[in-house]
């Protein structure tokens, strides 16, 4: 018999709200899973019950189903097995899923998975350069894009979003996620979810999220993948738990836990962090699963002598499915018979994996998802084309723009450099899922359909081993008015396993761009990368610089619309560009020291000496084509919570946006806090002449500190600050919190209401 406490205490799986709360339909489901699950447990062997934690590689990413054979269907026969990774299309996925329901003797559903991060067919900008949107919108179509794809195909789960916060881009998988800022990265995460899910996960279109890697992940000591991050506890509550308690909040279906370890405690065997704090005081219900064969790397780590401990350890902290390792498959229905005391563990997790199947409607109806017919209809739609286009316009930033070089003047002759401007395959970024370069519409593409007088050239590309095509791209460029050259990384220099010790431009590309400065030509340079390059030297006398990530399937056709001035740009960036990769890691939001830094290099401060202070491109940069004036702050208080209202005029004759942003600090505090704190921030257009006011409602428990195991909100003075970057500040103001007292949530992940009037 199922000890129904266990099931409360873990996330109240009988009555099954915990990992899907504010949903619409978790106060009217009727169903009762929590009878249904305990039946099917009491009716579960052991074998069976372990069988449901087992997630298999179908085959990889670029090979889906290539392990579709006797030996894996026997498996699914017998219910050995309860996800498949990496299997794809409606037809094979029926086929599965009825083997699963109809062969097997309880007949449990598979959930079918796959690593859809920016689209399954339809390639959006890679999610770093979704975050440069600064707008949630945005985010939330794409993510709403990837799942209806995704569904049609018959995939259920997707492992994305990725919340890491990353403040070091020599990681390489600072291109997954929204960047360094903790509040930033809460809104996207909120907005990937709501993607994904939808209000309801079980309608149609809709696919299970999995918010990743639970935690601290993106703080890999020297920005190595995999390696173990050392974070303070206040740190860890205040910078890098935010998203993950955001996208708990928003109903995110399942969680991922993270390959590292935090102080040598690997957090795919983290009681403290996954058992107690995510699921006891979070109170989260959801399905947590593993990173790949992550549970039989603790064999590695060091905390585990073979496969049965390693899968205990990761039975014990509360995770519920093993992706890949089989170390629960071949090791734990043993351990389970010979400890009885492990049994409500895997009951535990077993009820987890099967109210994710529930909550998405497998027990309903299993064939649901995946519709040939409609695959064929929605993938890679003239609508889904559109969203992709207009998701990568609202991504690019612009960076740099000396003397009105951009837009480009028509008649312009244009000389276009560089052999990324032709690169089909680096716009889709790493992690492509079924993307394919024949979808892709490059720069050079774009460029030549429309009616710039372009000329190009191939240049050097970041691994070109010789540097012999310089001379006739300068050749190329002499013969222009302006010169578009196209540099950084490739896709592959990015993602997974992808980290670096200098991030520079890689190659000849360096060189070329000397040579083209000696050309005297105006240059206009765009970078290419899945992460900010230190490259302060490169760009020097650069007139315009323009950061377009990777811009998924319709960036080309963006790129000329923002170089042409058919659309003013806005994005912004959601981590600053050093100017060296000595000065990583780095953060605006960093404590002050008794020592600030001074530009007198007579004076000890808190710089180095070889640099200029501070990244060369702030987090929160972007420029446009229009000015704005920024005047008239009001502060007012409005109960507890305070408002903070701004007038913003467009003073140009051209229809742009504006990301206005709000930043505060705690200037006096019982722990030194950050100089600036992003709290707030709103995307907003404006028509010719516009004056509008964009107007902030913030809580306490929004300042609250981190403290001896609890968030303090602390009475006091709080500054606030508005602006176009958290350089660029246009109107302060201040306002005082009157009493003090405690908060529940992370500071960084309660969102803040915006009114645009």
Not at 93 to 108: D, F, K, T, Y
Not at 127 to 137: E, F, G, R, T, V
Not at 702 to 727: H, L, N, T, Y
Request: proline share 6%; aromatic share 6%.
């Amino acid at each position: 018999m199922i000890d129904r406490r266990r099931f409360v205490a873990a996330g109240a799986l009988l009555g099954a709200v915990a990992p899907f709360a504010g949903l619409a339909h978790a106060a009217t489901d009727t169903r009762d899973h929590g009878a249904m699950i305990a039946d099917l447990l009491r009716r579960m062997n052991v074998t069976e019950k372990v069988g449901q934690l087992v997630q298999l590689a179908a085959g990889r990413q670029k090979t889906p189903n290539s392990k579709l054979d006797d030996a894996l269907l026997a498996r699914v026969r017998r219910g050995d097995v309860g996800s498949l990774l990496n299997a794809a299309g409606a037809d094979a996925l029926h086929e599965l899923q009825r083997v699963a329901i109809r062969e097997s003797r309880l007949g449990i559903p598979l959930l079918f998975a796959m690593d859809v991060i920016h689209g399954y067919r339809t390639i959006f900008p890679v999610p770093l350069a979704l975050a440069s949107s600064w707008d949630p919108a945005t985010v939330r179509a794409a993510a709403r894009v990837a799942a209806t794809e995704s569904f049609v195909a018959g995939l259920h789960w997707t492992f994305s979003p990725m919340v890491d916060i990353a403040r070091d881009p020599r990681w390489g998988r600072v291109v997954e996620g929204a960047g360094e800022d903790p509040y930033l990265g809460s809104e996207m995460a909120r907005a990937q979810v709501l993607g994904y899910q939808t209000e309801d996960p079980r309608n149609r279109d809709a696919i299970l999220a999995c918010a990743k890697h639970f935690v601290g992940y993106g703080a890999a000591q020297g920005g190595r993948d995999y390696n173990s991050a050392e974070l303070s506890d206040q740190t860890l509550n205040e910078v890098y738990l935010p998203p993950f308690h955001a996208a708990a909040k928003a109903g995110c279906g399942t969680f991922m836990t993270a390959f590292n370890d935090l102080g040598g405690v690997p957090m795919t065997a983290n009681v403290d962090l996954v058992r107690h704090l995510l699921r006891e005081r979070w109170g989260y219900g959801g399905l947590i699963v593993s990173d790949w064969n992550a549970i039989r790397e603790l064999i590695d780590h060091g905390v585990a002598a073979d496969d049965a401990q390693a899968a205990v350890l990761a039975l014990k902290a509360g995770l519920d499915m093993d992706m890949a390792s089989e170390s629960f498959a071949t090791t734990l229905a043993a351990s389970v018979t010979a400890d009885k005391a492990l049994l409500p563990l895997l009951d535990e997790a077993v009820g987890h994996v099967l109210l994710a199947k529930a909550r998405i409607g497998l027990f309903d109806d299993p064939h649901r998802f995946g519709d040939a017919g409609r695959e064929a209809a929605e993938i890679l739609s003239p609508a889904h084309r559109r969203a992709a286009r207009k998701a990568a316009e609202r991504s690019i930033v612009l960076l740099r723009n000396e003397d009105g070089l951009l837009p480009l003047r028509p008649g312009t002759k244009v000389a276009l450099i560089g052999s990324l401007a032709d690169d089909k395959s680096s716009p889709l970024g790493p992690w492509r899922c079924r993307g394919e370069t024949g979808d892709v519409v490059t720069l050079k593409d774009a460029m030549e359909s429309s009616d710039i007088d372009v000329t190009y050239h191939p240049g050097v590309g970041p691994r070109d081993a010789q540097a012999d095509t310089i001379a006739p791209a300068v050749a190329t460029a002499k013969a222009a008015d302006v010169v578009v050259v196209v540099v950084g990384e490739d896709y592959d220099y990015s993602g997974e396993a992808r980290s670096y010790t200098h991030i520079g431009l890689p190659g000849h590309q360096t060189a070329m761009l000397e040579a083209l400065k000696q050309t005297g030509k105006p240059l206009v340079v765009v970078l290419m990368s899945g992460r900010p390059l230190a490259i302060e030297a490169a760009l020097r006398g650069v007139p315009a610089v323009v950061q377009s990530w990777f811009l998924g399937i319709a960036g080309g056709p963006a790129l000329v619309d923002m170089l042409t001035g058919k659309l003013s740009p806005a994005g912004r960036l959601p981590i600053a560009m050093p100017r060296d990769t000595g000065q990583l890691p780095m953060t605006y939001a960093e404590r002050p020291t008794g020592r600030r830094a001074e530009p007198d290099l007579s004076k000890d401060s808190s710089r180095y000496h070889d640099v200029a202070i501070g990244p060369l491109f702030a987090f929160g940069h972007g420029l446009g084509y229009a000015d704005f004036r920024y005047s008239g702050v009001a502060v007012e208080p409005r109960g507890d919570a305070v408002r903070i209202s701004v007038t913003v005029t467009n003073t140009s004759d051209r229809t742009a946006e504006e990301v206005v942003q709000l930043y505060l600090r705690d200037p006096v505090a019982s722990i030194a806090r950050p100089v600036k704190e992003l709290r707030g921030f709103a995307r907003v257009p404006f028509e010719p002449g516009q004056t509008r006011s964009i107007a902030f409602t913030v809580r306490p428990e929004q300042m609250a500190i981190w403290k001896r195991g609890e968030w303090v909100i602390e009475p006091g003075r709080i500054d606030c600050f508005i602006g176009a970057s958290s350089a660029d500040i246009r109107a302060s103001g201040s306002f005082t919190i009157a009493r003090g007292g405690n908060g529940r949530d992370p500071a960084a992940a309660i969102p803040t209401t915006v009114e645009i009037d």
